[in-house]
Nanobody, 124 residues
Framework: QVQLAESGGGLVQAGGSLRLSCAASRGILSPYAMGWFRQAPGKEREFVAGISRNGGYLNYADSVKQRFTISKDNAKNTLYLQMSSLKPEDTAVYSC?????????????????WGQGTQVTVSS
């Protein structure tokens, strides 16, 4: 079992950058593939990015490709999401998730553990 806690959210102007972190407050991340998801007000939760258990396979939603980068540091028990060229439509609560499987998934139903989320607001 693992407990996850996100940090790094905040208010940023369009075109700016933020780096989100997801730390394991209990347990370790190395057995898990990980994902980032986001949910904007009035919208369903959507997949943002995923990374395999060993970090060798990455996948992204089309809307964030070339702008966001997911990474995982098993030694630090931390998952990251580097976000650049942010747009107002990126405004959402961002959550990290873990699944005890080799590869990540774009479906939120495939994840076993979730953090509580961190708010990202991009102003125009």
């Amino acid at each position: 079992q693992v407990q996850l806690a996100e940090s790094g959210g905040g208010l940023v102007q369009a075109g700016g950058s933020l780096r989100l972190s997801c730390a394991a407050s209990r347990g370790i991340l190395s057995p898990y593939a990980m994902g980032w998801f986001r949910q904007a007000p009035g919208k369903e939760r959507e997949f943002v990015a995923g990374i395999s258990r060993n970090g060798g396979y990455l996948n992204y939603a089309d809307s964030v490709k070339q702008r966001f980068t997911i990474s995982k540091d098993n030694a630090k028990n931390t998952l990251y999401l580097q976000m650049s060229s942010l747009k107002p439509e990126d405004t959402a609560v961002y959550s990290c998730a873990a699944r005890q499987f080799r590869l990540s998934s774009a479906s939120s139903h495939d994840y076993d553990y979730w953090g509580q989320g961190t708010q990202v607001t991009v102003s125009s």
